[in-house]
Each structure stands twice: as C-alpha cells, then as structure tokens.
C-alpha cells in the first residue's frame, strides 16, 4: 500500500502515474491488430482457430452459434431461489433505466421553423460477456437487458467457452430471461473482430457493448469508427472516502471487493482525514484477506495496486476524487460531509453514498449500469445509459414564412465562409 499525502507537492504526478498502469501495453496493441486482420481476411476459420488456440475449445463453424434449447433449458438447472433473485435484480434495472428513455420531441424556434429530435434504437448491437474464471452474470442484465429495453431489434451476444465448448449456466439463464436468443461461444479480441466485421456465420453489428480484459477493450478501440462501441471500461477501480467515525471494516471490505475481479491490474483508492482510521483500515485488510478465495491475487493488488491519501478536510478530498475520476466512488462520512462531497465531485463514474451502500449493490443490482469508465475518462466519459443503444435523428421544417425570416443569416455565414451556392439554395426558393 502506498500512503500520499496532500500536501506532497509530487501528488498529483504521482496520481496520475499510479493509474497509468492500466493502460495497454504495445504488445497488447500488436496482438491485437493481428487477431483483427486475421478474422478480417479468414472469417469463421481465424475465430474457431484462435478459440482453440486460447480457450481450448475445437467447435466448428456450426455450433458456435448455441441452439435457441440451450437457452431455454439453462434456468431449470438453476435453483429457484436463484432464479428469483435474478429476477429481481433484473427487475431494477429495468425499472432504473425506464425513467431514463430519451423522447422525441418537436417545437418552434425563434424564426418559426419546426425543429426537434428523435430516437431510434440501434437497430443491431453486439455484446461482450466475459466469462473464464470469472463468469460476469450480471453484465448480461447491465447491457443485454437495456438493449431488449431500448428495442433494438437485433442483439448479438459473445461470451468465451470453456474447453469443452459449455458456456456458465448462470450466463445462459440471464440471457434467456432477458430475452436473448442469438449467442456465440466466443472470447477475446476475436469475439470483438467477429462482431465488427462479421463472417459467414455472424453478421457484423453497428455498435460493441460490455466489459473485457486488455486484449477485448484494446479491440474495442481498434475498431472504433468501423462500427460504434460503448466505452473503453477497463480494470475494476474504487475509491472510499472516510473519515474517523467510519467503520475500518467496512471500507476493507469494500476494497478488498473490488481488488478481487483477477484481472491483476485493479485500483483501489483510500481518502481519509485521519491517519489513525488508515492504520485501522489496513488491519482489517489483512484479517478479511486471509478469508477470501482469491487471496493470492487480492494481495498482488494490495502490494501493486493500492494506495492511500491522507488528507485535511473534504475540499481536499473532493480534489483527489476528481482528479482520479474513480469507477466506484463511495462516500463512508455522515450526512453534511455527504451533501459537500456529492455536490463538490463531478468526476466519479458512480457515487455510493453512505457506508450502508457498498458497490456491490451497484455491482449487481441498484438499477444504474456497472459498465463505467476507468483510467481516468470519467472526465468525460459516463456510465453505460439506455440512450447509448438509441441513435438521434434530428429534425427541421421550414416554410416561405419562417425561410424569409432566416434570409439575412443564411447570407451573413454565406457570405463570411465563400459559399455562394449554400446562400443561392435559400435564394431560389424564394
């Protein structure tokens, strides 16, 4: 664990270098651009030869599609109370990102003209699910869930296989209860390069959504302008900020939570005002650690992906979050410093507030997409929302009446930009 102060002049180097880390490396980025132009140039035959390759799974053009009964059958070999509380779960978030549907709209601008928008669902998406070790359930609810809500016609789903060609049961049942039916048993950037640019057997798609390791979110940049993609999520991150009436076990715990997602590159973030309550932190790290399956690889973040700033007062800390723009940001102060700190932080890609919410509410089931930004773009990048699987049209009407009124502008900008035919395409109509 590191330990910053705010008073080191160094602070925000030194941030800003500790984050760095999680960018992709050049061989990742050349690996990468290779897989591409592979599946590019031999469709079906480049996927199943690099699925065998890196999932150990031999398919065949065939079967990488599963049968539409395989979905359907998952659920029943689940638990019903499992089934229940993935239902519910699905529940809220649908009914979070109902209240969010963008709406089409017109009105009267100032020279009387008809203007507006409207909104389209994308008509076909592809989406990411990873699965391996760490089979993310949940992402199929934060991305497939809004695309069937936002309408979209056609949903793609990629989610890598194990050795034996299965895919997680939980996977399958969420999709099926979301109402997917089209899913490939495919991973890794091959899985990014299949949707982008389609092959015999999947047609390509018009926008990438959902999570990845380096390899998948390294692909989801390359292909960006070929088709469209969500965000560039990378690593897990988090930040709690405390003060000394908090509980050390639970800012611990939630930590300790969001260093265990095993991709080995997560960040986890402490901002305190007291470095008594810092120490208390850190013992209760090590006796939570000890506990937990994915120790060994929790501690890797511990000793390379964790640090700690000490901080005056809740300005300070306000600072730090917003430099960072953390993931997950949850706030464990009371009521008045909750108030400063969610009105002062503008950057964080989700707020916690209070230490009766840890992340994994948000994780698994709040209502508001888990897909977030990282390394720092939640300067300018949000979470995943129901209108990124919609596309806007906009929309105007003239008439003689309201062009008149606009004559002496289209002339000026005509005039100012030497274009003639833009002034003359008003000119002759009236």
């Known amino acids: ?38 599946v590019r140039e031999r469709g079906d035959a480049a996927v199943l030869d690099y699925t065998a390759k890196f999932d150990k799974a031999r398919l065949t053009a065939e079967n990488l599609r599963l049968p539409a009964n395989v979905l359907r059958s998952a659920v029943k070999t689940l638990p019903r109370k499992d089934v229940a509380n993935m239902k519910e779960a699905l529940a809220c978030v649908r009914d979070f990102h109902k209240k969010t549907m963008p709406k089409s709209w017109t009105a ?6 008809t203007v507006g928008e409207r909104f389209y669902p994308i008509q076909r998406v592809g989406v990411y699910v990873p699965g391996g070790q760490v089979p993310l359930v949940s992402t199929v609810i934060m991305a497939a869930a ?19 060609g299965s895919i997680n049961r939980g996977i399958l049942a969420m999709l099926d209860l979301c109402g997917i039916d089209e899913v490939y048993r495919i991973g890794g950037s091959q899985a990014i390069a299949a949707m982008a640019y389609g092959t015999k057997t999947i047609k390509p798609v018009f926008k990438i959504f959902g999570p990845g390791n380096a390899y998948v979110t390294e692909a989801k940049r390359q292909v960006f302008g070929e088709v469209g993609i969500d965000l560039l999520p990378g690593p897990s991150e988090a930040m ?20 265990e997602h095993g991709s080995g590159a997560e960040k986890i973030y402490l901002v305190a005002n007291c470095k008594r309550f810092i120490t208390a932190v850190n013992k209760e790290i090590e006796r939570q650690v ?38 997950h940001l949850e ?9 400063f700190l969610s009105g002062s932080i503008t950057n964080a890609g989700a707020m916690l507030l209070g230490e009766d919410t840890p992340t994994v509410m948000g994780d698994f089931t709040a209502g508001p997409s888990h897909t977030l930004p990282t390394n720092r773009t939640g300067r300018f990048a949000s979470g995943l929302q129901l209108s990124d699987f919609m596309r806007r049209t906009s929309i105007v009407s003239y008439d003689k009446r309201s062009l008149k009124k606009a004559v002496s502008v289209i002339e000026t900008f005509s005039r ?15």
């Not at 994915?294 to 973040?301: M, N, S, T």
């Not at 706030?331 to 108030?339: F, G, T, W, Y």
């Open 416 to 430: 100012m930009e030497s274009l003639d035919a833009h002034g003359n395409s008003l000119k002759v109509r009236l």
């Open 240 to 259: 709690v900020i405390a003060d000394r009436e908090s509980s050390p076990a639970y800012a611990a715990a939630d930590l300790l939570a969001q260093a």
């Open 108 to 113: 009267k601008n100032p020279q009387g003209a």
């Open 146 to 164: 809004l695309a069937k809500l936002a309408g979209c016609p056609e949903v793609a789903v990629c989610t890598p296989p194990a050795p034996d």
């Open 290 to 327: 000890a506990t937990l399956t994915h120790a060994g690889k929790i501690r890797r973040i511990l000793e390379e992906g964790f640090v700690t700033v000490l901080v005056k007062d809740w300005k300070q800390a306000a600072a730090v979050a917003n430099f960072v723009a953390p993931e």
């Open 1 to 38: 664990m590191k330990l910053l102060t705010f008073a080191d002049k160094e602070l925000w180097t030194k941030l800003a270098a500790f984050g760095k880390s999680m960018g992709s490396s050049e061989a990742i980025r050349s690996a990468v651009t290779s897989v591409l132009a592979d």
């Open 331 to 339: 706030l464990h102060v009371d009521r008045p410093a909750i108030k």
